[in-house]
């Protein structure tokens, strides 16, 4: 076997172990088999006592596991940790860092390789191989077992992060914490509720029934159900089939015998689990084990089980009509949230969200955001499955989320809550005010909207028109492109709303993140492919048809701005604008009085930044989309968990493009501005007015702070903290500033929720 396949086939077994034990000895045991040595450990960081942990071992004395521990540069296994790199020698004993260890067995191994095994820039413990020849290992020997532990740091940290959550062991871990990315502001305390799609085995969440003889009576008529549907299957293509082929279904049926499966799922539910979840659970394990198989034939029958489990499980659900119970303060989580899971729950039970799949721009996050739900989304790590009915915090600042968390920490983020509440209250009176500096410099604030909802919500809080319209969302509630006269009347709503005040209508932007069921874009790098501009000038009939029904949809209000997403190049405008000129010339000879709308672009890549003089002179307006603009600037995916905390709009070099584009939208004499996550941040407010922008759209929850905060200082005072900040270099100090600036006004209140979450983690 080769070392590609050794990798291959070790990662697969740790990959399917049941816990962070089993992967151990798993690797452990395979490691040391590979590269045909004495003895093979690993030591577990950890963090909390500065300790590593004798965890798992093929060769040296077991009993010791656990009992046993070495702080960090104590020992080679220390200095492993310490230095964050191997080492390989020959005569461990004369090593000067060598510690005699008692009662492990390792006195007479004399060569020793070992290598840190970390995740995400954190030491997660170390792996060693030894042997008793004094040998030095050779260096094919030490690439194997870096890259093993490489291969191996992030299972280990996913089944350190699951396995605090387990439920069917009764474990009683606290504060386990699980990272994601923020999909909407603010902090949510409440008890989870576990939503799944139907027949889908690993989306079914642990459970106890309510009465066990109850629950078996009901599977056992669901397996005689199922029974039947393979007999009748069975007969329905016998003239069709090969007798060969024809022989699965007898698989099937004798899998349904009684010693077989349901016999194993029958003694889970008589253990008091519902048949749900003992089905689940169940095929689940056999899947494993047929997957592991290193027979071809037998890995392929892993298939038929989970055939036979999905009908088994699809019946259950299908009688089982019993309406969920929303407790109060519900915490809804799932694999994959979507609108409709939130539309079945009562809006006054709902705190917060949290869904393993998807992005800030999901459907369902920006639905939150509208709704001012605290998200996150992207949380891969959270064992959902196990979690039904525990208290969680949902830190929709951070993207993260709380499993079991302490009374202290659980105290932390009440006072959060509570100061959220009382802000909030505080802000109302605002709502008729107008966003003014004390030394009277106006700002406009906008919204970005996208669902009907929205508009509620951002007249509420004193919206004066909305920056950014997102016309794609209507676009993805569909099951095919809606007509010209749909997209009107989606549009007529929109703008009379804010009638007389301006809405600011994005041309579809599809693509990245954002694809429409029934017009799939797959590619190996969506963010730098086909999408925004790129689609609609691809596809004129589309684009055409949009701008059209936007005009219609403004004959008689006439508050439609039109705004192009992704432009990089001059060439695309100029396209793009003769198309809007050629729509808006159809319409006027059809004889509908529509007027052509202000134009802008969406400076959101960094060649629109340093294009902008060139497109400002061509168009009416530019407004900066700063969230895809910080993502494209500082290379950093914002929908990936990993790099999430690289990914921050205080970057220094985000804020020089960001006064690039304010200088040289005013220079053409057009008006300069902003939708973002970056125009709703209080702080960063601040800086934005400074630079010159005229109107900041943000997220409605977040608009009565930012105007709280203007309305609080002066535009010298803006103009003098702007000047400091442009000479800063690190984010934290860019921060720091603000946040004295706060203090000065006393308006720390309304960013000390951020600033009490930093310190939280």
Same mark, same amino acid.
């Given at each position: 076997m080769n070392i590609l396949q050794s990798l291959s086939n070790i990662v697969q077994k740790v990959n399917s172990a049941p816990d !962070?034990? #089993?992967?151990?000895? *798993? *690797?452990? =045991?395979?490691?040391?088999?590979?590269? &045909?040595? +004495?003895?093979? =450990?690993?030591?577990? %960081?950890?963090?909390?006592?500065?300790?590593? *942990?004798f965890r798992a071992t093929e060769g040296l004395n077991k009993s010791a596991l656990g009992n046993l521990s070495l702080g960090f540069g104590e020992g080679l296994v220390g200095q492993v940790a310490l230095r964050e790199e191997p080492i390989n020698t020959n005569n461990a004993e004369s090593h000067p860092h060598f510690q005699y260890l008692e009662d492990i067995g390792e006195e007479s191994f004399s060569s020793f390789l070992g290598v840190p095994i970390i995740h995400h820039r954190i030491v997660l413990g170390v792996l060693i191989v030894q042997q008793t020849a004094k040998r030095r290992f050779d260096e094919s020997e030490e690439a194997f077992l870096v890259t093993m532990s490489a291969q191996l740091a992030g299972l280990i940290a996913h089944a350190q992060v699951t396995g605090l959550v387990d439920l069917r062991a009764d474990a009683k871990a606290v504060n386990a914490e699980f990272r994601g990315v923020a999909g909407a502001s603010g902090v949510a305390i409440g008890r989870a509720v576990v939503v799944s799609p139907p027949a889908d085995l690993y989306a079914v969440p642990q459970r106890q029934s309510r009465d #066990? $003889?109850? +629950? !078996? =009576?009901?599977?056992r008529a669901c397996v005689a159900r199922v029974r039947n549907d393979i007999e009748q299957l #069975?007969?329905?293509?016998?003239?069709?089939?090969?007798?060969?082929?024809? %022989?699965?279904?007898?698989? $099937?049926?004798?899998?349904?015998? =009684?010693? %077989?499966?349901?016999?194993e799922i029958e003694e889970l539910i008589e253990q008091g689990e519902w048949a749900q979840g003992a089905v689940a659970h169940v095929i689940r394990m056999h899947l494993q084990a047929f997957e592991q198989m290193d027979n071809p034939y037998l890995r392929e029958r892993a298939v038929d089980i989970k055939d036979l489990g999905r009908r088994l499980l699809e019946y259950l659900q299908q009688a089982n009509n019993e309406p969920i119970i929303y407790p109060d303060n519900t915490i809804l989580i799932g694999d994959e949230l979507t609108a409709s899971m939130l539309a079945e729950l009562p809006r006054k039970k709902l705190a917060g969200l949290v869904s393993l799949r998807g992005s800030r721009n999901s459907h369902v996050a920006i639905l939150a955001r509208s709704m001012g739900i605290p998200t996150v989304m992207g949380a891969v790590d959270v064992p959902f499955m196990q979690v039904e009915g525990t208290e969680l915090i949902v830190d929709g600042y951070a993207g993260l989320v709380y499993f079991n968390p302490t009374l202290e920490l659980l105290a932390s983020y009440e006072e959060i809550v509570e100061e959220e509440r009382l802000v909030s209250r505080g802000l109302e009176a605002l709502k008729d005010l107008s966003c003014e500096t004390t030394d009277e410099h106006r700002v406009s604030l906008w919204v970005n909207t996208g669902l009907a909802s929205d508009i509620v919500r951002s007249l509420d809080r004193g919206a004066e028109g909305v920056g950014l319209y997102r016309t794609e969302i209507p676009f993805i509630m569909q099951d095919r492109f809606p007509s010209e006269e749909e997209q009107r009347t989606i549009y007529r709503i929109q703008l009379e709303a804010f009638a007389p005040s301006p809405v600011t209508m994005r041309t579809l932007d599809v693509g990245g993140d954002k694809s429409l069921p029934y017009f799939p874009i797959e590619e190996d790098n969506p963010f730098l492919g086909w999408r925004g501009i790129r689609v609609t000038l691809d596809h004129p009939e589309i684009f055409l048809s949009q701008v059209r029904a936007m005009m219609k949809a403004s004959v008689g209000l006439n508050n439609l701005r039109i705004m192009l997403p992704m432009i990089s190049y001059v060439k695309e405008l100029d396209e793009a604008l003769a198309l809007i000129r050629r729509a808006h010339a159809e319409?006027? +000879? +059809? &004889?509908i009085d529509a007027l052509l709308p202000s134009i802008g672009v969406m400076v959101e890549v960094p060649a629109a930044v340093y294009l902008s003089a060139e497109l400002a002179s061509r168009v009416d307006f530019l407004s900066v989309g700063s969230n895809d603009l910080t993502q494209y600037l500082l290379a950093v995916d914002r929908n990936n968990s990993s790099v999430a905390e690289l990914y921050n709009s205080y970057h220094p070099a985000v804020l020089q493009a960001l006064v690039h584009v304010a200088n040289a939208g005013h220079a053409a004499g057009k008006p300069v501005s902003i939708c973002g996550e970056l125009a709703g941040d209080p702080g960063a407010a601040i800086l934005l007015m400074a630079? &010159? $922008?005229?109107?900041? #759209?943000? @997220? %409605?929850? @977040?608009?009565?702070?930012?105007k709280s905060v203007l309305r609080s200082v002066s535009k010298v005072e803006a103009d003098e903290l702007l000047a400091k900040v442009m000479e800063l270099h690190e984010i934290e100090d860019i921060r720091a500033l603000i946040e004295v600036l706060f203090e000065e006004k006393g308006i720390t209140r309304l960013f000390r929720n951020q600033i009490k979450q930093r310190q939280l983690h």
């Open positions: !962070l034990q #089993s992967a151990l000895d *798993i *690797i452990v =045991t395979q490691v040391r088999g590979v590269m &045909g040595t +004495e003895v093979c =450990t690993v030591y577990l %960081a950890d963090h909390q006592e500065q300790r590593l *942990i #066990s $003889y109850e +629950e !078996l =009576t009901f599977f #069975s007969l329905q293509l016998a003239d069709r089939l090969p007798p060969q082929e024809l %022989a699965l279904f007898e698989v $099937y049926s004798k899998m349904l015998d =009684t010693p %077989a499966l349901p016999a319409l006027v +000879e +059809e &004889g630079m &010159g $922008y005229d109107s900041l #759209s943000m @997220n %409605a929850t @977040n608009l009565p702070k930012v």
